[in-house]
T-cell receptor, first 115, second 113 residues
Framework: KNQVEQSPQSLIILEGKNCTLQ??????????LRWYKQDTGRGPVSLTI?????NTKSNGRYTATLDADTKQSSLHITASQLSDSASYIC??????????????FGTGTRLTIIP | EAQVTQNPRYLITVTGKKLTVTCSQNMNHEYMSWYRQDPGLGLRQIYYSMNVEVTDKGDVPEGYKVSRKEKRNFPLILESPSPNQTSLYFC????????????FGPGTRLTVL
């Protein structure tokens, strides 16, 4: 069964500190891995998309890593800001026989930044 | 501004009263999809559409219908809503294929009493 597991479920850190969120997956056949940010009550917004050949990808203070061999990804947030408080969702994609993508979503890590 | 819009944003209804949640995108995307999000669960796909007049079931299609008569619109229909369909619903669109970003709407919070 295709699964995406994230840890920790929730995390509280002080403003200005760094943090790393983890994602393990068993999805196959793998197409790409995405990280989304979801503010409370709003739709997810894409942060990064990586294929199996990409080890790392950055978007401002967000850096995602991917190890396709161990099926693990991480999202590192540098110098956190209050606006980083949100849920971060790991999403793994497979390509179907019909050429469309099938996304499997993790349950997310709820990050809270405190002043 | 490129966006996906949903209406209504909030809806409280009663069991059995048919309702429609509209979704529209202005990016000329072929691919559109509906998801539901429940506490403790990841987003789950209800239905998707690869183009006009082409729709297919996702992981949790029971109790829902969709139609895709125009490229920009993808309404979600609940013919006879039940309390277990109380959830947060998201519409999304992309240009299809792989490695293409999915853009999500703002969400519709539905409560079925």
């Amino acid at each position: 069964k295709n699964q995406v597991e994230q840890s920790p479920q929730s995390l509280i850190i002080l403003e200005g500190k760094n943090c790393t969120l983890q994602c393990n997956y068993t999805v196959s056949p793998f197409s790409n891995l995405r990280w989304y940010k979801q503010d409370t009550g709003r739709g997810p917004v894409s942060l990064t998309i990586m294929t199996f050949s990409e080890n790392t990808k950055s978007n401002g203070r967000y850096t995602a890593t991917l190890d396709a061999d161990t099926k693990q990804s991480s999202l590192h947030i540098t110098a956190s800001q209050l606006s980083d408080s949100a849920s971060y969702i790991c999403v793994v994609s497979v390509l179907s026989n019909f050429g469309n993508e099938k996304l499997t979503f993790g349950t997310g890590t709820r990050l809270t930044i405190i002043p | 501004e490129a966006q996906v819009t949903q209406n209504p944003r909030y809806l409280i209804t009663v069991t059995g009263k048919k309702l429609t949640v509209t979704c529209s995108q202005n990016m000329n995307h072929e691919y559109m999809s509906w998801y539901r999000q429940d506490p403790g669960l990841g987003l789950r796909q209800i239905y998707y559409s690869m183009n006009v007049e082409v729709t297919d079931k996702g992981d949790v299609p029971e109790g829902y219908k969709v139609s895709r008569k125009e490229k920009r619109n993808f309404p979600l229909i609940l013919e006879s809503p039940s309390p277990n369909q109380t959830s947060l619903y998201f519409c999304a669109s992309s240009s299809g294929g792989s490695y293409n970003e999915q853009f999500f709407g703002p969400g519709t919070r539905l409560t079925v009493l």
